[in-house]
Every structure is written in structure tokens, then in C-alpha cells.
């Protein structure tokens, strides 16, 4: 299982400035929402959330965000282009009770959005917060509305939806409804702030989490969190909050390619 | 009953996290203790942060894993900070790599009061330049590097070797004379490769990677088996160990305890509980009273 599957890129979305969708031809029995894909383009090989599910046509979709030199590389592909897929990795969101919230911070709302689409398949009541800083890089909004739902949207220079973060846009959106859960993706810092407002208000929450990884397959040890060391490649991406209590380095720091830890 | 000493580190049984795998950092460290593991290897640093080669550094293959990760580690520095988060009373010993028999003696020396020994890395196959395999592959250059270390800290020193070489016996007897106090057999195998033949690429970025997993038990076990005739230190045995009845063969063959890794990725860290419940029982079923009575069986038949 641990080796790459060469696969042409069956179409490619530009979903905004920065962002595009890779779609690959996949068998989608065994995915779920959350898990993640190692993607290699003959030179690196970096782990990408799946955004996309679809069990009637048998693809997956890759939202990739162009960051560095690996991305801009897989953004200079073309349809018809190969690149190198193994997965899906990791533990994925689990759907539990009737009335969510799901909250996705730029290209976290990759795993949001194929959590949204399974949510709504089994008729499951949902609310999406999707944030970003501007309004050119609010993502899926029209996929969101296609599956009928209108998204809380916020960016913090309020060019679109509500001005401001999306803990900010949470507090006001949670103070009339009555969650059963959330989940979120996105920066560290945006989920610390959405851990904390959990807390208080005793929701149960989901998080994906973010670490350097190398193998994807649970021995190399470099995506191992403080101070539980769990593999976030393995027992990961996505944490309850009972198990993020237990991430001490949580929206505090994370490790490089060398384990040197750097700030979040 | 499962309780084993060697080179003065008592160890509640006789299972050990093998180096390269997890041990990055205390919490996974003591994530494996807590599992079960009588002891632990971390990762191997050197005196300077390393990021390793980029990725792909690891592709499964028939019977285990390919990998060239390249001995990433934040330096004997960061390491330090580390070693210091390991829970007390747990036996952790530290993999330690450099190019010369200076840079070993700096390092251990460093963190000697921190460990309960250090084994030295002479058998990384895909380590840079004058690194790893290159050191192990030379008998005379292996003692220096035992000997120095010997001379600068008051730790045991394991000296864990390459498989890679003519003859394995001549580089153990080395690292002996050179006053090294046990020795572990055996690192990963190779290099090999793997090519993805919708591309034409080589898979790992380095290429090359050394084997690991089931498919290199049987010649870690020859080597065990080889090296316990010639030597008088205690034996480490390691490679492709997934259940008891491989930890019970390397035992068979001279090893006083065992070291696991690859297969970390097909049980996770439970499988230490798991082998060392399944060594209880086979030492009941067959009336052993302890690890010691099981070493080396294999040569007395």
C-alpha cells in the first residue's frame, strides 16, 4: 500500500489566485473525509488533504495551495500530466449528531469541504464557516451553495461576508444555536481559538491537525506530537478535543525537517 | 521472567525500540515506553541539525521498507532538551552517528549523563559522506571510533553493525577488542531500490534506501547466530522482528534481547505488550525460568 500509484490528472479547478483542485481517478471505497494523500511529483513527495469524495464517478479531488517550490511545480501541471499518488493516510472526521458546524481557514476548508459533502449525503443538518483573508480566497463557495447550503462567510479585511476571524464570526453564529459538534481545518491559530470557545462552551469538537511528515506510514516519527507522542500521519491528522488536551504543543509550535521546533 | 540485563542496564524484558524509528523526541519516546518496550534507542544525532534528504525517504517493499531518510536529527543540542523530557527510571539508550572518532566522543560525551548507554551508528547505509556504513564497513576504523569513545565517557557503548560487509565477524571482533560492551546486529540492508515503472523514477530521492522489515530477518538472524560464536560481549538482535517467535529465534541464535522497528508500521507501538506477552507464554509452555537460559539454544543442538 505504502507505494506511489503514477495517475494522470484526470481535470484540474482553479479554485482562486492560489488555489487549484487536482481530480485523479481513485477509488473512493475505503476514503474518508479528513484523511490525506501523499502526493509526489517525481522530485518531493508532500501529504495533501483530500477535498473531494465522490463514490458515484470514482474520483477524489486535491486542493493544493501554491506556497513553495513544490506546489508551484504541481500548479504548472496540466490536464493529462502525471503525479504520483499513495493514501489515504491517517484517521479522518467522524460525523456525529444532527446539527454541526464546520469551520475551514483557507485551504483547511479542503477537508471541510469533503466532510460537508458526506455530512450532507447522510441528510445531516450543517453549518459551514468558511474564512480567508480576502475575498478572492474564499474557497468552495459555490460548491457549498450547489449542496444547498449558504455558507457564514468571513474574511479579515471584510471584502465578502463578515469582517473579521472566524472565531470572531463563530462566537456571534454559536450564541443562537445549539451545536452537537464541530469540526474545523485550517491554521493553528484559528483552530486554538475555536479549541477555546469549545471548551467553554462543552461542544464536542474535531480538529485536523498539520506536522512535517516524511513517511506517512507511522515509523519515522517526525509528525509526533507533545508531550503524548502520537503520529499525526497514523492517530491523526484529526483529534477530539479530549485528545487535543493531550497536544501540549497545540497552537504553541511545530517541528521542521530537522525536529527544530518553530513557533506557530 | 522476562526480565534481562545487559551491559548493566536492567531491563524489565527483553524488548527494545530499534533506532531510526520514532524517536525523534521524549514524547514518542515515552510513548513507546509506556507501551511496553523494556527499552529505547532514539533516533541518531550527530553534533549539527540535519534535514535529511527530501522526501520520498521511505517505500514499502515485498517482506518490509525502503528507506533513505539520511539521519535527520536537530543536533546533540536540541537532543539534549529532549533526553531531558524522558520519564526517569525508563532505560533509553542514544544512537549517535558522526564522521570521525572525535565527533563520536564529542557527542557521547555530551549527553553521557542522560542515557543509560550509547550505541554507536557505524551501519547507517544511506548516510552522508564518511558517515554510517562507511565507518562500519572498516574494521581498524570501527575500533578507533569504539576506542575513543570508551576512553572519553563511563556509559556503555553498543556498537550497532552493518550486515552490508564480507565478513561481519571480523568488524564485531574489532569493535570487542576495542572494549565496546555489547553489540547490536543488525542495521538495515543494502541499499536497495524501487522504481516506478509508469514514470521511470527511482522513488526514493536518494535513490537508494537500506531494507528493513521481514524480509531481512533471516540474515540478521545469521549474523547473530555467526557473531555469538566469536564474541564474549552480550548480543542486541534486530531485523524484521513482528512476533515473539522471531524474538524467540534471534534469542535462539544469541541475542540477549531484541530490538524492533519496521514493524511499528504494521501494529504500532502495541506490539512491544504484544510480542512480550507472547514470549511469557511460550517461556510457561516450555518451563523457561528466564531470557538467559534462552540464549543461544541453537548452537548447543
Not at chain 1, 483552530?191 to 513517511?215: N, T
Not at chain 2, 565527533?103 to 559522506?129: G, M, R, T, Y
Not at chain 2, 565507518?135 to 553498543?158: M, Q, R, S, Y
Request: proline share 4%; hydrophobic share 40%.
Amino acid at each position: 500500500m505504502h507505494v506511489p500509484k503514477t495517475i494522470e490528472i484526470k481535470r484540474i479547478i482553479n479554485e482562486t489566485k492560489t488555489i487549484k483542485t487536482f481530480i485523479f481517478d481513485w477509488d473512493t471505497e475505503n476514503i474518508l473525509p479528513g484523511q490525506f494523500m501523499m502526493v509526489w511529483n517525481f522530485k518531493d513527495e508532500k501529504p495533501m488533504s483530500i477535498s473531494l469524495i465522490d463514490p458515484i464517478n470514482n474520483e477524489i479531488g486535491i486542493s493544493i495551495k501554491n506556497v513553495g517550490p513544490f506546489t508551484e511545480a504541481v500548479h504548472s501541471l496540466q490536464n493529462g500530466d502525471k503525479l504520483g499518488l499513495r493514501g489515504p493516510y491517517g484517521r479522518g472526521f467522524e460525523i456525529v449528531g444532527s446539527k454541526i458546524l464546520a469551520i475551514g481557514g483557507g485551504v483547511g476548508m479542503a477537508p471541510i469541504s469533503a466532510f460537508v459533502s458526506e455530512a450532507r449525503r447522510m441528510d445531516v443538518d450543517i453549518d459551514v464557516i468558511t474564512a480567508a483573508t480576502t475575498k478572492d480566497e474564499l474557497l468552495f463557495m459555490d460548491k457549498l451553495k450547489s449542496t444547498d447550503i449558504t455558507p457564514y462567510a468571513c474574511t479579515d479585511d471584510g471584502s465578502f461576508g463578515f469582517c473579521g476571524f472566524a472565531t470572531e464570526y463563530m462566537e456571534k453564529i454559536i450564541e443562537d444555536k445549539d451545536y452537537d459538534m464541530v469540526v474545523t481545518c485550517g491554521p493553528e491559530v484559528m483552530m486554538k481559538g475555536i479549541f477555546d470557545i469549545v471548551e467553554r462552551l462543552k461542544i464536542p469538537a474535531q480538529f485536523s491537525l498539520e506536522r512535517y511528515m516524511k513517511c506517512g506510514m507511522g515509523i519515522c516519527g517526525q509528525c509526533c506530537v507533545d508531550d503524548i507522542g502520537w503520529r499525526v500521519c497514523v492517530e491523526g491528522p484529526v483529534f477530539w478535543s479530549d485528545e487535543i488536551r493531550l497536544i501540549s504543543e497545540f497552537g504553541k509550535y511545530k517541528r521542521d525537517a530537522s525536529g527544530i521546533k518553530h513557533k506557530i | 521472567m522476562l526480565e534481562v540485563e545487559i551491559c548493566n542496564i536492567k531491563m524489565r524484558n527483553p524488548t527494545m525500540l530499534a533506532a531510526g524509528i520514532l524517536g525523534s523526541t521524549a514524547s514518542s519516546l515515552n510513548w513507546v515506553l509506556r507501551s511496553g518496550a523494556g527499552s529505547v534507542v532514539t533516533k541518531s544525532f550527530g553534533l549539527e541539525p540535519n534535514k535529511g534528504y527530501a522526501n520520498p525517504t521511505t517505500v514499502e517493499v515485498t517482506g518490509g521498507v525502503i528507506n533513505a531518510i539520511g539521519l535527520s536529527n536537530p543536533g546533540v543540542d536540541a537532543f539534549i532538551g529532549e533526553l531531558e523530557k524522558i520519564e526517569e527510571s525508563n532505560n533509553v539508550i542514544a544512537s549517535i552517528y558522526g564522521s570521525s572518532a572525535s565527533e563520536f566522543s564529542e557527542i557521547a560525551s555530551k549527553i553521557e549523563n542522560l542515557v543509560d548507554a550509547v550505541e554507536l551508528n557505524v551501519s547507517c547505509p544511506h548516510a552522508q559522506k564518511g558517515c554510517g556504513a562507511s565507518i562500519g564497513e572498516d574494521p581498524k576504523f570501527t575500533g578507533e571510533i569504539v576506542k575513543a569513545v570508551k576512553k572519553t565517557v563511563d556509559t556503555p557503548v553498543i556498537v550497532k553493525l552493518t550486515p552490508n560487509v564480507t565478513d561481519i565477524v571480523e568488524i564485531a571482533l574489532s569493535a570487542e577488542k576495542a572494549g565496546c560492551d555489547a553489540l547490536t546486529l543488525i542495521n538495515s540492508v543494502g541499499p536497495g531500490m524501487r522504481i516506478d515503472i509508469d514514470s521511470g523514477n527511482p522513488i526514493l530521492s536518494n535513490k537508494f534506501g537500506g531494507l528493513s522489515g521481514p524480509a531481512v530477518k533471516p540474515i540478521a538472524l545469521r549474523c547473530v547466530f555467526d557473531v555469538y560464536d566469536a564474541v564474549h560481549v552480550p548480543l542486541i538482535g534486530v531485523g524484521g522482528i513482528t512476533d515473539y517467535r522471531d524474538a524467540i529465534e534471534f534469542m535462539f541464535a544469541g541475542a540477549r534481547c531484541v530490538q524492533i522497528g519496521t514493524a511499528i508500521m504494521y501494529k504500532g507501538p502495541s506490539i512491544f505488550k504484544e510480542v512480550n506477552d507472547g514470549i511469557n507464554k511460550f517461556m510457561n509452555k516450555n518451563k523457561y525460568q528466564s531470557i538467559e537460559e534462552m540464549v543461544g539454544i541453537a548452537h548447543k543442538q
